[in-house]
């Protein structure tokens, strides 16, 4: 089966090269659409192919994207950003999914933060299509795809490395020139539009916005995060209280996610309460989340943070085989950690001590 690869661009001449290099390892088809760049953007993508199209800008991600897919021929399409890059190995697994066929949406595996090159934000998104399904994007901003028929979910991973600072008041700005043309914005818009505001500074207002989607019929997975952007707004305000309390209220809509095991255990471990923070770390280490369900996965909650957390509570406790047990199990997580190299260290000395003192 063929795939198109498409592309939407504005002045990416720094990084649309490295992307398009990635994309010719797997697409058949490399279509670029150009909403406006002053750069040598459209110079860079011609060297990798002749379809690329100019699209007037009106504010809408989804419009231009959408554009781009009714440019594509192939049985499948593929949507990436510019500052998207795609390893050899995920090369191969995205032209072995295409290749294979049996399926009309596949979701694949997005990281958008890192620790190095460790991946610490990870969520996966709707990424490759049927074509003859006629599959839209909707949205201005954070637009998605609303999947129907056979999903499948791949191993396959996109990383996105930006090099350049996103515009901070870009989003917001689109949002709300919606609203004053007199645009009502869905659920999954007004969860956005809380966070960009959140984003941009304006916490009182993003709060305001995220208390209201919380009202209303939004997406499970949204209304989790929501909790915990207010969870970190309140926080920033110093109203511990309120912040808790909205931690807590994600409990209402699931089983506790490793963030809140994390939150619980901060909480105990900050009075002293060893015991109970403990507790909350390993229940942290113990829900285990693969992604599928479409929520945003921070990585460090389930692995590193409990981890070191746990290692310094068993220190206190005196267990010190223990906490360097949890102490290597943090350092797989991040190998080049200053904690976890001196605590390395330390427990070396540690375990030495307590050797010689039974003989």
Same mark, same amino acid.
């Given at each position: ?11 990416? &001449?720094?990084?649309?090269? *490295? ?11 490399? #279509?670029?659409?150009? !909403?406006?760049?002053?750069?040598? !953007? ?57 290749? %294979? ?16 090159? *460790? ?5 996966? *998104?709707?990424? #490759?299509? *049927? ?14 795809? =609303?999947?129907? $028929? ?45 966070? &960009?505001?959140? =984003? ?16 209303? %019929? ?5 209304? #989790? ?16 209280? !309120? ?8 409990? =209402? ?9 994390? #939150? ?35 990585? +460090?909650?389930? $692995? ?10 068993? +220190? ?14 943090? $350092? ?26 039974? !003989?």
């Amino acid at each position: 089966m063929s795939l198109s690869v498409c592309i939407i661009v504005k002045d990416e &001449e720094a990084v649309i090269a *490295r992307c398009l290099n990635c994309a010719s390892k797997f697409a058949d088809e490399i #279509i670029v659409v150009d !909403t406006g760049s002053t750069d040598g !953007t459209v110079d860079e993508a011609r060297k990798f192919t002749e379809d690329i199209y100019f699209f007037e800008w009106c504010d809408d991600f989804s419009a231009a994207r959408n554009y781009a897919f009714e440019q594509a021929s192939c049985d499948f399409v593929m949507w990436l950003d510019a500052d998207d890059v795609v390893t050899d190995e995920n090369c191969k697994l995205i032209r072995e999914l295409a290749d %294979n066929g049996g399926f009309d949406v596949a979701y694949l595996k997005y990281a958008a933060a890192f620790d190095g090159d *460790r991946p610490t934000f990870v969520y996966y *998104r709707e990424r #490759i299509f *049927r074509r003859s399904k006629n599959f839209r994007f909707k949205g201005a901003v954070h637009e998605a795809v =609303s999947p129907q $028929g056979v999903t499948v979910y791949s191993e396959a991973e996109i990383h996105h490395k930006k090099i350049k600072e996103r515009q901070p008041l870009r989003n917001l700005a689109i949002y709300q020139n919606a609203i004053a043309r007199g645009i009502c914005l869905d659920e999954r818009s007004e969860f956005y539009y809380g966070r &960009e505001l959140l =984003s941009c500074g304006m916490i009182r207002e993003g709060i305001a916005v995220l208390e209201r989607f919380l009202t209303r %019929n939004g997406w499970i997975e949204n209304v #989790i995060e929501a909790c915990f952007d207010l969870y970190d707004a309140y926080s920033a305000l110093n109203e511990y209280e !309120t912040a808790l309390a909205y931690a807590l209220k994600s409990l =209402s809509y699931a089983p506790p996610r490793s963030r809140l095991c994390c #939150i619980l255990g901060d909480l105990f471990f900050n009075k002293n309460d060893v015991n109970s923070a403990i507790y909350w770390y390993q229940c942290a280490l113990s829900v285990n989340s693969d992604g599928k369900e479409g929520g945003f996965v921070g990585v +460090d909650y389930g $692995g590193y943070i409990p981890n070191i957390q746990l290692c310094v509570l068993y +220190d206190k406790l005196g267990d010190y085989k223990r906490a360097c047990s949890y102490n290597e199990a943090a $350092g797989k997580f991040r190998p080049n950690d200053g904690s976890y190299l001196n605590n390395k260290e330390y427990f070396k000395r540690k375990l030495n001590e307590v050797n010689n003192d039974k !003989t």
